[in-house]
């Protein structure tokens, strides 16, 4: 059970949009419509975003979407706001009850 | 509104056993859900560690599995981790989350999380 794969860091200015990929394989993200994602800003907890590749808990805003293609799930935050800055991580059910974590993302908001 | 709340030794020695408590209100786990551990060492990702549900069925991270145990105490409405053997490799936050009404659902409510030092 390897950890999934997210670009290191990724960057944007006010309101544009960016997307973060999180690659894993057919054991884990391509076969199960069962991909999270998370924010974490710095000292704090992580926070659901998406799950279940699009759908958002109460209280995200849509700017946030979640996509999947393949063994690759994606992350667009668009109208990309300072407050977005943030460290993101991708999290896919793996088979036989258990999950796995990708590395995190850095979201600079330039 | 439902709260998680992680306590336990700040400091673990090497070779010994790491044990946290997750204290949960606003919810009853006896009601359902499923509650699992997370970790994240300094600078570091977010790791997996397993999950339980109120009946006390376990699921863990096949790399940890050796070394892990969760429980669940409905009549404190808790649940806790032990990790044994630790290694300075297990210093990390420790995270209690919430997960769904079936194991593999995503972790909805996180607690504030507890720093845990492997040394001597």
């Known amino acids: 059970q390897s950890a999934l794969t997210q670009p290191a860091s990724v960057s944007g200015s006010p309101g544009q949009s960016i997307t973060i990929s999180c690659t894993g394989t057919?054991?884990?993200?391509?076969?199960?419509?069962?991909v999270s994602w998370y924010q974490q800003h710095p000292g704090k907890a992580p926070k659901l975003m998406i799950y279940?590749?699009?759908k958002r808990p109460s209280g995200v805003s849509n700017r946030f979407s979640g996509s999947k293609s393949g063994n690759t799930a994606s992350l667009t935050i668009s109208g990309l706001q300072a407050e977005d800055e943030a460290d993101y991580y991708c999290?896919?059910?793996?088979?036989?009850?258990?999950?796995?974590f990708g590395g995190g993302t850095k979201l600079t908001v330039l | 509104q439902v709260q998680l709340q992680e306590s336990g030794p700040g400091l673990v020695k090497p070779s010994e056993t790491l044990s946290l408590t997750c204290a949960v209100s606003g919810y009853s786990i006896s009601s359902g859900y499923y509650w699992g551990w997370i970790r994240q060492p300094p600078g570091k990702g977010l790791e997996w560690i397993g999950s339980i549900y109120h009946s006390g069925s376990t699921y863990y991270n096949p790399s940890l599995k050796s070394r892990v145990t969760i429980s669940v105490d409905t009549s404190k409405n808790q649940f806790s981790l032990k990790l044994s053997s630790v290694t300075a490799a297990d210093t990390a936050v420790y995270y209690c989350?919430?997960?769904?009404?079936?194991?593999?659902?995503?972790?909805?409510?996180w607690g504030q999380g507890t720093m845990v030092t492997v040394s001597s």
């Open positions: 999290c896919s059910y793996a088979g036989s009850s258990t999950k796995v």
């Open positions: 057919s054991s884990d993200v391509g076969s199960y419509n069962l």
């Open positions: 279940e590749v699009s």
């Open positions: 989350a919430r997960g769904g009404r079936v194991e593999r659902s995503a972790f909805d409510i």
